[in-house]
């Protein structure tokens, strides 16, 4: 299998290395969080896709994935494309969405053509074709990505990313012994890295007690990064400043769940 | 590994006996090419309509033909069958299909029927090994599988030199590889032989549809129309049973004439077709419904080519 020229990624340290778009939801003052998960993938991922064998990122949802493959696309030093693929995802569907992720727009062909096309364009020059929420992706569009990264021309290495598509991609053999890196993005353990990542997430975060914290996390973000974004940004329009109160998170939990929290702490 | 070259049956399945690597892959399709004569496809995963659509289309791009008309045309039913004719007269030994159990059982017997018909010998490569019917189906023609490496090893045997035709058509082999490693789509390879066909001279252009074009009754017509001594006002009504079943000789009348070597291929190909289409010996040669084709049709056949495909 040929190799795919790789050079070294950049790092990717702060919110500032990526782009405004990929931390647009993260409120004013939040820092990237560099979970294990995120830090192993940069730190693995240029070997394996250099080799052109599968990435996978999987976890459940609001953990982290979506953040990690923007930072992938950031850190990445030849071109990147990046897809979506939202249900119902039928193989022409799916083919339109990465014609679009490597060409800008749709164009829209036979599920042949594109075939024909897609071959076309990921043989001509190194590039990472990413691919979230992948889990959406049916049997007979597996095949059709794995016989696309068969191809002698192949120029260009995956990144599959979504809920559960470790699991799901056993359903292709074939597609499966491809993989050379899967990195799963799990909810913050409130017995390990929950209160050292909220405290790199934001200084007011950092300064609120520890107990409040884990209450919060009890009660509704229940590990999950983005509810902990969520849960943030409304605080911080409660309270601007200074640490948080028992009374600022409740205030923001029932704004967003619509239901005021028992909070004991 | 022997390097020895083996003898396989008509149809040979080449299946694993554990999950092969990527590699394995790469090695096999890398492997198929080494013989211009031996093509291969890879059947297109989910369904398509008709089932075998994009496996008529892809084999024939395989083959070097991936049209000279931009207009992407249905070929037809896309029915396995019309691939005989092709498979018949060009020059083409192997046909290497990949994936097959992707077809299903059904498509898969059909396709061993139409190897069988068109003389080629058929490998069925297999990613994983088949179950259920499609095992038993394969069995009956293959009883002993064969392993990828056994199947590089004999596709990358010293092969015997080859034949003058095949040296002839170092063209329609480039194009075939060109092709099948995906250096080029069969759509850009259809627009650059349309935009060369647009604007080559007359004899050209009838060389680049016979080569790479998927139509046979236009360039019949055209090979029809250098046959000296058949009146160019009955070609329209010509049957199929006047053309020899070899295409050396047309019986029309009372009067036998001797076909050009030329044109000989080119003349078999259609009379393939028509009976694959189901013209029976009466019908005439260029039609494909029955009817004669009118003077006006068989000029405009035998003319400037507007849009074969």
Known sequence: ?265 | MSRTRERPGPVVVVAPTATPSPNDIGDLTRAVLTDPRRIAVTVRPGQRRPRTADLVADTLDALGRPGTSTAVRAHLDSNLSLLVPFLLTDDVTDLVVFEPAWLGRDSCEDLIAVAVLAHVRLWLVLATPPQGDLADLLAGHCPAWWTPDRAVAHWTAPHPRPTRRARRGAAVATLRHTLSTHEVSSDHARTALAAAADTADPATRAHLIAAHGRDTVRPAARALACVPGLDPARLGTLPVRALAPDARHIAAGATTTRVPPGVRRVLLRQRLHALVIGQRPGDPLLSIDGSPVSTLGVATLTGAPSRPN
Not at chain 1, 9 to 15: A, G, Q, V, Y
Not at chain 1, 34 to 51: K, T
């Open chain 1, 1 to 265: 299998m040929p190799l795919l020229p790789m050079p070294a990624f950049r790092p990717i340290r702060t919110r500032a290395d990526l782009p405004p778009h990929a931390t647009q939801y993260l409120p004013t003052g939040a820092q990237l969080v560099r979970s294990a998960p995120f830090e192993l993938l940069l730190a693995a991922s240029p070997e394996v896709l250099s080799r052109r064998r599968l990435v996978l990122v999987d976890g459940r949802a609001g953990c982290g994935k979506t953040t990690a493959l923007a930072a992938l696309a950031a850190a990445a030093s030849i071109p990147v494309a990046r897809a979506t693929i939202t249900p119902p995802a039928t193989g022409v569907k799916v083919l339109e969405a990465i014609h679009t992720s490597l060409t800008g727009h749709p164009a829209g062909l036979s599920q042949r053509r594109y075939e024909n096309m897609l071959r076309d364009t990921l043989g001509r020059e190194p590039r990472l074709l990413l691919i979230d929420e992948a889990q959406n992706a049916g049997l007979p569009v597996l095949r059709t990505l794995r016989l696309m990264l068969e191809a002698t021309n192949a120029q260009f290495a995956l990144v599959l990313a979504g809920y559960g598509i470790a699991a799901h991609i056993q359903q292709e053999e074939m597609l499966r012994s491809w993989v050379g890196l899967t990195v799963t993005f799990d909810a913050l353990d409130p017995t390990g890295d929950l209160l050292p990542t909220l405290r790199d997430l934001h200084p007011q975060l950092a300064a609120t007690p520890d107990p409040l914290l884990l209450e919060v996390n009890r009660v509704h973000c229940r590990g999950r990064l983005r509810d902990w974004v969520v849960v943030l940004e409304t605080a911080l329009s409660f309270a601007p400043q200074g640490p948080f109160t028992r009374a600022v998170f409740a205030d923001a939990i029932h704004t967003i769940a619509g239901t005021r929290p028992a909070l004991v702490a």
